[in-house]
């Protein structure tokens, strides 16, 4: 089991590129997630597929965000016209769907925009 | 609205000593309630977590957690600590009902370990 795994893991982009992040769980988790770190908001939540499904995407920044899953292999988060604001770590979870499981999380993609 | 809270930003404390890292939370219904660990330049580890049953939880590495409704609380503690626990530790919480599964983060606690 080689965890959640997240592509690239440092990513650089001018102000105004597109900046796509991959995110591919643990075999066999129908639930994944997105969150950002900063260090000045800490941790918080972006968005959730529960079966390739989105069930919550009250966490994304409506204009430039958004994320799909197209197959149970892997989901993208994809920010268009990146903004200095959207540096920071983006963490990939995946989980078993039910009410005791625990949430994996990927190692995050370090994005920084000059 | 569902909020963590971490009291303490930084706790220091040396090898061997034993630690309690808190947590409070504010939610008003079933909770499920968990702690991460995250070093340096890495993820977040899944260390514990409570939804029912015994209120004293453990976890790897001789982490242990207790949940208590009265004081809506769920504090980490550890024995003995080990320079390697150095790291930064966060408190999550979820609604146990509903479906959904996303979680609050408490502001994270900083844990130095000196030798």
């Known amino acids: 089991n080689a965890g959640v795994i997240q592509t690239p893991r440092h990513k650089v982009t001018g102000k105004g590129q597109e900046a796509t992040l991959w995110c591919e769980p643990i075999?066999?988790?129908?639930?994944v997630f997105w969150y950002r770190q900063t260090i000045v908001q800490g941790l918080e939540f972006l968005t959730y597929f529960r079966n390739q499904a989105p069930i919550d995407d009250s966490g994304m920044p409506k204009e430039r965000f958004s994320a799909q899953m197209p197959n149970q292999s892997h989901s993208t988060l994809k920010i268009q016209s990146t903004q200095p604001q959207d540096s920071a770590v983006y963490l990939c979870a995946s989980s078993l769907e039910g009410l005791g499981y625990e949430q994996y999380f990927g190692p995050g993609t370090r994005l920084t925009v000059l | 609205t569902q909020t963590v809270s971490q009291s303490d930003a930084h706790v220091t404390v040396f090898e061997g000593d034993s630690v309690e890292l808190r947590c409070n939370y504010s939610?008003?219904?079933?909770?499920?309630l968990s702690w991460y660990i995250q070093h340096h330049g890495r993820g977040l580890q899944f260390l514990l977590k409570y939804y029912s049953g015994n209120p004293v939880v453990q976890g790897v590495n001789g982490f242990e957690a207790e949940f208590s409704k009265s004081d809506s609380s769920f504090h980490l503690r550890k024995a003995s600590v080990h320079w390697s626990d150095s790291a930064v530790y966060f408190c999550?919480?979820?609604?146990?009902?509903?479906?959904?599964?996303?979680?609050?983060f408490g502001q994270g606690t900083v844990l130095s370990v000196i030798p």
């Open positions: 999550a919480a979820r609604g146990a009902t509903g479906g959904n599964n996303k979680l609050t």
């Open positions: 075999s066999g988790h129908s639930a």
């Open positions: 939610y008003g219904g079933s909770i499920y």
